[in-house]
C-alpha cells in the first residue's frame, strides 16, 4: 500500500513538476511576445526620432538659406541705391578731382566687403550678359574687332548676380 501511496506521490510531484513546466513555458511565451512588442515599439520610437531629427535639420538648413536670401536682398537694395554715389565719384575723378578719390576708395571697399564686384570691361571681347554695347568704334586693328575699346559707365555685379551691366563701346573692324 505504501507503495501505490509512493507512486502516487510521486506521480502527483510528476504532474506538479509538469504543470510549473508548462506555465514556465508559457510565461516564457508571454514574456518574448512582450519583448518583441518593446522591441516593435522601440523601432518605431527610434525612427520617429531620426525623421524628427532629420526634419528638424532640414527645417533649420531651410531657416539659415532664408536669412541668407533676405540679408542678400537687403544688400542689394542697399547698394543699387549707392552705385550713383560711385557714379558720381568716378566722373569727378575723371573730371580731374582727385581730392573724392580716398572717399571713393573707402565707400568702394566697404560694397566689395559686402560682395559687390566691378566690372571695367576695357580690352576684353564683348559679351552681352555682361556688357550693354552703346556704340562701336571704328579701328584698323582687325585683333580689336568685337573687343571692348571703351567704358562709358562701369557695371557691377553683387555675390555672383549682375545687378548692372557695364555700357561700352566696342570695336568695329574696317580692314
Do not use: C
Not at 500500500?1 to 510531484?13: G, P, V
Not at 516593435?40 to 531629427?53: H, I, M, P, S, V
Amino acid at each position: 500500500m505504501q507503495d501505490e501511496e509512493d507512486i502516487k506521490i510521486e506521480k502527483s510531484d510528476l504532474d506538479d513538476s509538469v504543470a510549473e513546466e508548462e506555465s514556465a513555458q508559457a510565461s516564457i511565451k508571454k514574456l518574448r511576445e512582450r519583448l518583441k512588442e518593446a522591441e516593435a515599439k522601440a523601432k518605431e520610437y527610434l525612427d520617429g526620432w531620426q525623421r524628427a531629427q532629420a526634419d528638424f535639420a532640414n527645417l533649420r538648413r531651410r531657416d539659415e538659406d532664408a536669412k541668407f536670401e533676405f540679408i542678400k536682398f537687403a544688400r542689394l537694395s542697399l547698394i543699387e541705391e549707392l552705385i550713383p554715389v560711385l557714379d558720381s565719384f568716378n566722373i569727378a575723378l575723371a573730371h580731374g578731382n582727385k581730392d573724392v578719390k580716398p572717399i571713393s576708395d573707402q565707400l568702394f571697399f566697404i560694397l566689395k566687403q559686402n560682395g559687390l564686384e566691378e566690372l571695367n570691361p576695357t580690352e576684353e571681347v564683348f559679351d552681352p550678359k555682361f556688357h550693354e554695347a552703346v556704340g562701336v568704334v571704328p579701328t584698323n586693328e582687325s585683333e580689336k574687332d568685337h573687343k571692348i575699346l571703351e567704358v562709358i559707365q562701369k557695371g557691377y555685379i553683387l555675390i555672383g548676380k549682375i545687378i548692372r551691366p557695364a555700357k561700352v563701346k566696342i570695336g568695329e573692324y574696317h580692314g
